[in-house]
Every structure is written in structure tokens, then in C-alpha cells.
């Protein structure tokens, strides 16, 4: 069988290996050498390009249906549990606690559950929105297993590696937030990255207050694509009366988009994360839709008031 092989980055030292071991089962078997950022970016192109008859994906569970016969294969790391007893103190005035990891440690789970429950906690596992497929587990733009509990706990706690996962669940919950990272046996409080987010957004909307033309970004990897949204967007901002464009690609390039120096803010429907981890690389504001939503109604509320007062 004529396979190609894909790896997140963290995963790509071991391309070589898995492929001998394939080859050597007697399959054809070429490795994806592009950057890959989750299940959400499967290599379909790439594999029908070169005639494939399966994509074999490593590190991620499966994200949404695709038209191409895909196999996941995720590691599963048995972190240590030695980080846990330090964190108790930390966690003294806590009695409900909501427990999410990512995929990796999804098989520990229950053993970090009944740890804090031994030592007298009440702990909650939540169930995602729909792109992550097991309860507790949060991915970049998943965080529906922390979401879901805002109202039932006291506090959150991340177990595993790592800020990328637990960040996207901090700005969509309002509780106190400790990420135990078992891999160097330590602890820390999010909430300071919550306030920090707050402050980025109002300034990102009050960046874009005068802005008169949006370019609208639209993915085409096979988990991220949202022209419906796009489109809905493109009229809301052109019955504010300014102007917008759809701009597509698979990966967005903030360098050439800086290169678009017409548009005076863009918005962002592709991965959530690039709107909270990459809007410092742009000249211009990354909003995401609800930024978009808030700015266009605060215009609308203020040229109404305008009127009022000139009328007055």
C-alpha cells in the first residue's frame, strides 16, 4: 500500500523510524515534510498529489469527517505523578475541583482524579464541545471539558506539558486556573495570562475603531475551513458601510499579509489560536468574529448617539 505519513512537529524525529518499520511490511511509504498543526490539517493534498491510498496520522485523535481514508495513531506519555503532592498546598481553600489534559495523558486521567480525591477533593472531569473526543481533554480551539464546568467548580487544574493547551481554556473560563506540568515537577496559576487577554482584546477593538477596511481570513485545511462565517462577516462589515475582502490560503503568512497594507484590520475564521497567540506579528489588529461583532456595534452605538445629540 502507497501510504504518507504526517507528524506535529514535536513528533517529526520520529518520521524515520516509522517509516522503516512500514516499508518493511512491504508498503510504499513517503513522510509529509509540511508544517502540521493538528488534526484539524490533515495532508489530504498532499497524499492524493502522490497517489495515496491512506494517510496515517500520528499524535492526534481524530478532529472532523474527511473524504480520504485517514488511520490515527497518538501517543500516549506516562507522565509522573510527582508533581501533584506540591500542588495540594496551592489548592488548600479548593474543594471542587474541574481536571482536564490533552490526548496524551487522557489514560491518566482517573488516576490524577482519585489522587485529589483521596485528599479530600471533590473533582469534576467536563465533556468537550466536539472536536475533542474524550471527557477532560481540551485541545487549542476545544476547551468545551473546562467550559462546561465554570459554573460547578471552584477552580480548574491542567495536567500536563506545557502552555499552548490550558492558555485556550483560561480565556474561556472564569476560575482560578493551576497548570501542573508533570515533566518539570511544577506548578503555576494562570490567571494572570486572563487578565493579560482581556486587556489585549479591548485594545485590539479600540486599535480597529476607525477602521474602514477588513480583510476576512479563510483556511482551507480541512478543519478550520468557515467561509460561511467569512461570508457573513464580509456583510456585516459592508452594511456598516466600509469595505472587506475574503482572503484564502491554507497557511497563513503573516509576513506577506503585512504585505496587504490596504487593509486597516483583518479577521481572523481560521484556527482561534492564531487571534490570541499571533496577533503581536501583524502591523495591523487580528480580530476574531466577536471582536469584529463588539467593534461594528460599539460604531453603531456611538454614530447613534451622534445623532441624538446633534438633534438634541
Not at 477532560?136 to 480548574?156: H, M, N, P, T, Y
Not at 477593538?205 to 480583510?215: H, Q, T, V
Request: proline share 4%.
Amino acid at each position: 500500500m502507497k501510504l504518507l505519513l504526517q507528524f506535529p512537529e514535536g513528533l517529526k524525529q520520529f518520521a524515520l523510524a516509522h517509516a522503516k518499520r512500514l516499508e518493511a511490511e512491504g508498503n510504499e511509504v513517503f513522510v509529509s515534510a509540511t508544517p502540521n498543526f493538528g488534526a484539524c490539517d490533515l495532508a489530504i493534498e498532499e497524499a492524493k498529489s502522490i497517489g495515496a491510498e491512506k494517510l496515517i496520522h500520528f499524535g492526534h485523535a481524530e478532529f472532523t469527517k474527511v473524504d480520504f481514508p485517514v488511520e490515527y495513531i497518538f501517543y500516549t506519555i506516562d507522565a509522573s505523578l510527582e508533581g501533584l503532592e506540591p500542588s495540594l498546598p496551592e489548592l488548600a481553600k479548593f474543594n471542587t475541583i474541574g481536571l482536564v489534559t490533552t490526548i496524551q495523558h487522557i489514560h491518566q486521567i482517573e488516576v490524577v482524579k482519585k489522587f485529589f480525591e483521596d485528599h479530600g477533593k471533590t473533582v469534576i472531569i467536563g465533556k468537550p464541545y466536539g472536536f475533542a473526543k474524550h471527557s477532560g481533554q481540551i485541545l487549542g480551539c476545544d476547551i468545551g471539558s473546562a467550559a462546561s464546568l465554570d459554573r460547578k467548580v471552584e477552580c480548574f487544574v491542567y495536567f500536563g506539558g506545557g502552555l499552548f493547551h490550558p492558555l485556550g481554556a483560561v480565556y474561556s473560563t472564569t476560575k482560578p486556573f493551576l497548570a501542573i506540568d508533570p515533566f518539570i515537577k511544577k506548578h503555576l496559576w494562570l490567571d494572570d495570562y486572563r487578565v493579560m487577554h482581556k486587556k489585549r482584546e479591548r485594545g485590539k477593538i479600540m486599535r480597529s475603531i476607525d477602521a474602514k477596511k477588513f480583510g476576512i481570513l479563510v483556511s482551507t485545511k480541512n478543519g478550520q475551513t468557515n467561509m460561511n462565517l467569512a461570508k457573513m462577516l464580509k456583510k456585516r462589515v459592508e452594511m456598516a458601510g466600509c469595505d472587506a475582502a475574503i482572503l484564502v490560503a491554507n497557511t497563513f503568512d503573516f509576513d506577506y499579509l503585512n504585505n496587504m497594507m490596504e487593509f486597516d484590520a483583518f479577521v481572523n475564521t481560521a484556527c482561534p489560536r492564531l487571534t490570541t497567540d499571533d496577533n503581536e506579528r501583524l502591523r495591523k489588529p487580528l480580530l476574531s468574529a466577536n471582536n469584529l461583532i463588539e467593534l461594528l456595534t460599539l460604531r453603531a452605538s456611538a454614530q447613534t448617539a451622534n445623532v441624538e445629540k446633534a438633534q438634541a
